[in-house]
């Protein structure tokens, strides 16, 4: 079995491009297997003489050669909605061909995106909202330690905050 997780982070947009998410998802998977397949060492050879990276459709294929080693793969993706567009177009237009591999793949993201929205309409979808208790009680600790003597400012500030969530 093998698992493969991507945590996409707002703030290292540099780092997310598609080619490198599924440039990680192949290693994560070459983990999984234990070894080095016969067809990722070729590619590795075949990029070193050539001397470029391999670009997105030539790591799809390495991923898509390792499916067929492994009994079950796993492919989560964390919080989706924080790739910039033009890298989640790619990483989206590659779903399809990994889920027709057999790779089951779980995404998080936020839903007010169009695109996310579109794409994963047609896939069992689980909403999860923050609970207000939560939201309250997390932002009330961190005010109490960051705002200590400003007495009823902080109950004002953790009410704004509460209200602003929107279940976030």
């Known amino acids: 079995m093998g698992i493969a997780y991507i945590y996409f982070d707002y703030q290292d947009q540099v780092h997310q491009s ?10 994560q998977f070459a983990q999984a297997l234990g070894e080095i397949s016969p ?75 169009d695109d996310l929205n579109c794409f994963f309409q047609s896939t069992p979808t689980i909403r999860i909202v923050a609970d207000i208790n939560d939201i309250h009680s997390f932002l009330t600790t961190r005010v109490n330690r960051k705002l200590s003597g400003y007495g009823n400012l902080k109950g004002k500030v953790v009410q704004k905050l509460s209200d602003q969530a929107d279940g976030v």
């Not at 598609?18 to 290693?27: C, E, K, T």
């Not at 793969?73 to 990994?98: G, H, K, N, T, W």
């Open 18 to 27: 598609a080619v490198n998410v599924f440039s990680s998802v192949l290693r």
């Open 39 to 113: 067809a990722l060492f070729s590619f590795y050879r075949r990029f070193c003489a050539l001397q470029r990276t391999p670009d997105l459709e030539d790591l799809l294929d390495c991923v898509l050669a390792y499916a067929s080693r492994l009994s079950s793969l796993f492919l989560i993706l964390d919080a989706l909605d924080a790739c910039e567009e033009y890298q989640r177009s790619d990483v989206l237009e590659m779903l399809p061909r990994l889920s027709a591999a057999n790779i089951k793949i779980f995404a998080t993201g936020r839903e007010n995106l």
